[in-house]
């Protein structure tokens, strides 16, 4: 029976589009408003009032159906098995499911993804806090919010609840924010946004406490940085922890990704990609080299390097970086 790779592990991936990752996401609403208000400024007119639901429902609902329409087309594909659970590797060619179901296979792919990274300062005070994969549900906008962290996604968020009318406060541990832009990207995007939003740089967070409803972050410097919401964007870690990789012979960095070659393998049988692997975390390029994996699964003879040559990348903010 026909297997097809690509349609597979595309619809997999599928399921991890951010939110905002798209034509029709939250950063195009963002632009709207400003685009919208900056007109409404020089007309008179008045559209400082933001249905954040009905923005939250349109988007949310498209990702999650997307997610859904996935799963099901990756479940209904010929010849796949899905087995829902927490897998993790017993030897080279097995994985261990949930404890329970054990499974072999002549080739296994890799794409267990990431998550969002918390500083241990945050995650000890025990405090509340929202993350990329749960600040677009949120069910009203604060008046205020607290960004710990200055790279994309820290600063695309920052922009979109800035353009719906919260007040921003930025805290970032390196001396300007985007930081591993070019020097001077980074520096211009620094001085724009500062000008509209509380920014903190050069920020070491010492502590997190609770006021009311709301979050401070104290700095080393004594000074505190408050918020109604505290939104936690410094950066993402790839799912490999719990993945029994030294039982397959899988090498990891330190920084907890998987060693691979130019053609994704990890091991002679063993294959990895996206979020677990690849030096470009964006959908896209997860997208690239679901596909690249796929064909050499089927092509052992005539393998193809990962599309790593090329890789334009954006950061939807205000102004805009490419």
Same mark, same amino acid.
């Given at each position: 029976?026909?297997?097809?790779?690509?349609?597979?592990?595309?619809a997999?991936?599928?399921?991890?589009?951010?939110?905002?990752?798209s034509?029709?996401?939250v950063?195009?609403?963002?632009?709207?408003?400003?685009?919208?208000?900056?007109?409404?400024a020089?007309?008179?007119?008045d559209?400082?009032?933001?249905?954040?639901?009905?923005?939250?429902?349109?988007?949310?609902?498209?990702?999650?159906?997307?997610?859904?329409?996935?799963?099901?087309?990756?479940?209904?594909?010929?010849?796949?098995?899905?087995?829902?659970?927490?897998?993790?590797?017993?030897?080279?060619?097995?994985?261990?499911? @949930?404890?329970?179901?054990?499974?072999?296979?002549?080739?296994?792919?890799?794409?267990?993804?990431?998550?969002p990274?918390?500083?241990?300062?945050?995650?000890?005070?025990?405090?509340?806090?929202?993350?990329?994969?749960?600040?677009?549900?949120?069910?009203?906008?604060?008046?205020?919010?607290?960004?710990?962290?200055?790279?994309?996604?820290?600063?695309?968020?920052?922009?979109?609840?800035?353009?719906?009318?919260?007040e921003?406060?930025?805290?970032?541990?390196?001396s300007?924010?985007?930081?591993?832009?070019?020097?001077?990207?980074?520096?211009?995007?620094?001085?724009?946004?500062?000008?509209?939003?509380?920014?903190?740089?050069?920020?070491?967070?010492?502590?997190?406490?609770?006021?009311?409803?709301?979050?401070?972050?104290?700095?080393?410097?004594?000074?505190?940085?408050?918020?109604?919401?505290?939104l936690?964007?410094?950066?993402?870690?790839?799912?490999?922890?719990?993945?029994?990789?030294?039982?397959?012979?899988?090498?990891?960095?330190? @920084?907890?990704?998987?060693?691979v070659?130019?053609f994704?393998?990890?091991?002679?049988?063993?294959?990895?990609?996206?979020?677990?692997?690849?030096?470009?975390?964006?959908?896209?390029?997860?997208?690239?080299?679901a596909r690249?994996?796929?064909?050499?699964?089927?092509?052992?003879?005539d393998?193809?390097?990962?599309?790593?040559?090329?890789?334009?990348?954006?950061?939807?903010?205000?102004?805009?970086?490419?």
């Amino acid at each position: 029976m026909a297997t097809n790779f690509p349609r597979i592990i595309d619809a997999v991936l599928d399921q991890f589009a951010l939110p905002w990752e798209s034509d029709h996401g939250v950063a195009h609403w963002a632009r709207v408003l400003e685009n919208g208000r900056r007109l409404a400024a020089e007309t008179g007119a008045d559209l400082e009032v933001v249905d954040w639901p009905a923005i939250r429902d349109r988007i949310m609902s498209r990702v999650d159906q997307s997610s859904a329409d996935g799963h099901r087309r990756w479940a209904g594909s010929n010849g796949v098995i899905v087995f829902d659970g927490r897998a993790r590797f017993t030897g080279p060619d097995e994985l261990e499911i @949930d404890g329970k179901v054990r499974i072999r296979a002549d080739q296994i792919v890799i794409a267990a993804g990431g998550r969002p990274f918390v500083p241990p300062v945050v995650v000890e005070s025990g405090i509340s806090y929202h993350a990329s994969d749960t600040i677009m549900r949120l069910d009203r906008l604060p008046a205020s919010m607290v960004v710990l962290g200055g790279g994309a996604v820290a600063m695309e968020m920052a922009h979109v609840f800035s353009s719906f009318g919260v007040e921003i406060h930025g805290v970032e541990m390196a001396s300007s924010l985007m930081a591993s832009l070019d020097a001077d990207l980074s520096m211009r995007f620094t001085a724009e946004v500062a000008a509209r939003w509380d920014v903190h740089l050069d920020a070491r967070v010492v502590d997190v406490g609770s006021e009311g409803r709301g979050a401070t972050l104290v700095l080393e410097d004594g000074s505190r940085v408050s918020g109604e919401l505290l939104l936690v964007a410094t950066g993402r870690r790839p799912n490999t922890e719990a993945l029994g990789l030294d039982t397959a012979d899988v090498s990891v960095r330190e @920084d907890g990704h998987i060693v691979v070659d130019q053609f994704g393998r990890a091991a002679p049988d063993i294959w990895a990609l996206s979020d677990v692997s690849t030096p470009f975390e964006l959908k896209h390029v997860a997208n690239a080299e679901a596909r690249t994996v796929a064909r050499n699964l089927g092509n052992p003879r005539d393998l193809r390097p990962l599309p790593h040559e090329w890789v334009p990348s954006a950061v939807f903010t205000d102004p805009q970086i490419a």
